[in-house]
């Protein structure tokens, strides 16, 4: 059964840049697509970043240029590095893998495995 462990979350003051990690395990389990999603309170999951194993890359409008998704295949981790953080970027960020290919920014429905999360709570 595979697991996704993600960590690097916290209280951050408004510009900080935290580095988010997810960890997949086994390590013999190969995720095609990878990504990032957030979901505020009251609010649905919506993507943030998603990164195929080839290294296409796909970005929400709304943090392009500020954050950046990367993963280390070898060790299978996902890697979120945020930049520039805004008080609207507080959400519970989630880790999700699919064996399919990412397709654009994917939607939470397509991917079939999830982390439990690591809060994000900027501050202004």
């Known amino acids: 059964q595979v697991q996704l462990t993600e960590s690097g979350g916290g209280s951050v003051p408004a510009g900080g840049s935290p580095k988010l990690s997810c960890l997949v395990s086994?390590?013999?389990?190969?995720?095609?697509?990878m990504g990032w999603f957030r979901q505020a309170p009251g609010k649905v999951r919506e993507g943030v970043a998603n990164k195929d194993r080839d290294g296409k890359t796909n970005y929400a409008d709304s943090v392009k240029g500020r954050f950046t998704i990367s993963r280390d295949n070898n060790n299978n981790i996902l890697y979120l590095q945020m930049n520039s953080l805004k008080p609207e970027d507080t959400a519970m960020y989630y880790c999700g893998a699919r064996g399919g290919y990412c397709y654009g920014l994917l939607g939470p429905s397509v991917f079939g495995d999830w982390g439990q999360g690591t809060q994000v709570t900027v501050s202004s």
């Open positions: 086994p390590k013999s389990r190969e995720s095609y697509c």
